[in-house]
């Protein structure tokens, strides 16, 4: 089982070898690893900065998003009474389309007896 100190002593080992190789390298190796570093810090910087030159044009679109929300003001939808859920019983009793149903109130009531005769042929 490894303890701290096995892991201390194979970190300090690792990192001594890392070194000496390091040290052995010539300058020509060096060379190139620095230009090779450069070359990533370079790509790396462009490719990050490049959604910069979007951002204007974001706020400007988004900005008149907004513009023609406010203008246009609220959307009305008119929704049926039996589609609005926060609609209590008496509410719907009150109102304008109570007579139609009130008229038709033979032929609900059919249909709640068919619909139950459904689900219980079903179940």
Same mark, same amino acid.
């Given at each position: 089982?490894?303890?701290?100190?096995?892991?201390?002593?194979?970190?300090?080992?690792?990192?001594?070898?890392?070194?000496?190789?390091?040290?052995?390298?010539?300058?020509?190796?060096?060379?190139?690893?620095?230009? =090779?570093?450069?070359?990533?810090? &370079?790509?790396?910087? =462009?490719?990050?900065?490049?959604?910069?030159?979007?951002?204007?044009?974001? =706020?400007?679109?988004? &900005?008149?998003? #907004?513009? #023609? /929300?406010?203008?246009? =003001?609220?959307? #009305?939808? +008119?929704?049926?009474? &039996?589609?609005?859920?926060?609609?209590?019983?008496?509410? /719907?009793?009150?109102?304008?389309?109570?007579?139609?149903?009130?008229?038709?109130?033979?032929?609900?009531?059919? /249909?709640?007896? &068919?619909?139950?005769?459904?689900? +219980?042929?079903?179940?």
């Amino acid at each position: 089982m490894n303890t701290p100190n096995d892991e201390k002593r194979l970190e300090q080992s690792a990192k001594a070898l890392f070194d000496d190789s390091v040290e052995q390298l010539d300058a020509t190796k060096l060379s190139k690893l620095n230009q =090779g570093r450069q070359a990533a810090l &370079a790509a790396a910087s =462009g490719t990050s900065r490049q959604w910069l030159r979007w951002v204007p044009a974001t =706020g400007m679109a988004t &900005a008149a998003l #907004v513009a #023609v /929300i406010v203008l246009r =003001g609220p959307a #009305v939808v +008119d929704v049926p009474l &039996a589609a609005d859920p926060t609609l209590t019983d008496f509410e /719907i009793l009150m109102g304008e389309d109570v007579l139609e149903m009130i008229e038709e109130l033979e032929f609900y009531s059919w /249909i709640d007896l &068919a619909e139950m005769d459904a689900t +219980d042929n079903v179940g």
